[in-house]
């Protein structure tokens, strides 16, 4: 059965730090890993999506990477802002279906 | 605007009363689905569909039912037998499974 783990659980960084989040899955048979991040008691919003067959994808800050055969994924967000702070979560599509397996996520807190 | 939409935000409910989430999308999406997130947990799925008439159980479906009769709207029941109905509800939808999901900005739900 797939695992998804995000550590460390919460991460608080002084504002312009470049911020490093983890992602690991125990099976490399996926079809795509997505990031996600999540604002207090809101829905989430899609950052990136990186097909098995890709190494990483970036969009504007923001860089994630894939090592399927490790089962790691690490999203970079470079020079963090107060309005980076968030929940960010990462899942991967492990079926037919698209059914996304997701981890607990990471809590951010960026301080001015 | 496109995107999708989730009513009611919050909802409270009696224990044993079914209660139906609401859940509309106008991206044209073929696969909706619909996610339980529960403090300090990642998401778990609950039900998902590709077509119309046609929806699958996820890891967490006792207690819960759907239809699929239009291709824009995927309601959630959830029922009296489901034993801990309190948790934030998220849907979502995608074109398939190598296309990144959208989600709605989800529905509290309280039992007492």
Same mark, same amino acid.
């Given at each position: 059965?797939? @695992?998804?783990?995000?550590?460390? &659980?919460?991460?608080?960084?002084? @504002?312009? @730090?470049?911020?490093?989040?983890?992602?690991?899955?125990?099976?490399?048979?996926?079809?795509?890993?997505?990031?996600?991040?999540?604002?207090?008691?809101?829905?989430?919003?899609?950052?990136?999506?990186?097909?098995?067959?890709?190494?990483?994808?970036?969009?504007?800050?923001?860089?994630?990477?894939?090592?399927?055969?490790?089962?790691?994924?690490?999203?970079?967000?470079?020079?963090?802002?107060?309005?980076?702070? &968030?929940?960010?979560?990462?899942?991967?599509?492990?079926?037919?279906?698209?059914?996304?397996?997701?981890?607990?996520?990471?809590?951010?807190?960026?301080?001015? | 605007? +496109?995107?999708?939409?989730?009513? /009611? %935000?919050?909802?409270?409910?009696?224990?044993?009363?079914?209660?139906?989430?609401?859940?509309?999308?106008? $991206?044209?999406?073929?696969?909706?689905?619909?996610?339980?997130?529960?403090?300090?947990? +990642?998401?778990?799925?609950?039900?998902?569909?590709?077509?119309?008439?046609?929806?699958? %159980?996820?890891?967490?479906?006792? +207690?819960?039912?759907?239809?699929?009769? %239009?291709?824009?709207?995927?309601?959630?029941?959830?029922?009296?037998?489901?034993?801990?109905?309190?948790?934030?509800? $998220?849907?979502?939808?995608?074109?398939?499974?190598?296309?990144?999901?959208?989600?709605? /900005?989800?529905?509290?739900?309280?039992?007492?």
């Amino acid at each position: 059965k797939q @695992e998804v783990t995000q550590i460390p &659980a919460a991460l608080s960084v002084p @504002e312009g @730090e470049n911020l490093v989040l983890n992602c690991s899955f125990t099976d490399s048979a996926i079809y795509n890993l997505q990031w996600f991040r999540q604002d207090p008691g809101k829905g989430l919003t899609s950052l990136l999506l990186i097909q098995s067959s890709q190494r990483e994808q970036t969009s504007g800050r923001l860089n994630a990477s894939l090592d399927k055969s490790s089962g790691r994924s690490t999203l970079y967000i470079a020079a963090s802002q107060p309005g980076d702070s &968030a929940t960010y979560l990462c899942a991967v599509t492990t079926d037919s279906w698209g059914k996304l397996q997701f981890g607990a996520g990471t809590q951010v807190v960026v301080t001015p | 605007d +496109g995107g999708i939409t989730q009513s /009611p %935000k919050y909802l409270f409910r009696k224990e044993g009363q079914n209660v139906t989430l609401s859940c509309e999308q106008n $991206l044209n999406h073929d696969a909706m689905y619909w996610y339980r997130q529960d403090p300090g947990q +990642g998401l778990r799925l609950i039900y998902y569909s590709q077509i119309v008439n046609d929806f699958q %159980k996820g890891d967490i479906a006792e +207690g819960y039912s759907v239809s699929r009769e %239009k291709k824009e709207s995927f309601p959630l029941t959830v029922t009296s037998a489901q034993k801990n109905p309190t948790a934030f509800y $998220l849907c979502a939808s995608s074109w398939d499974r190598s296309y990144e999901q959208y989600f709605g /900005p989800g529905t509290r739900l309280t039992v007492t």
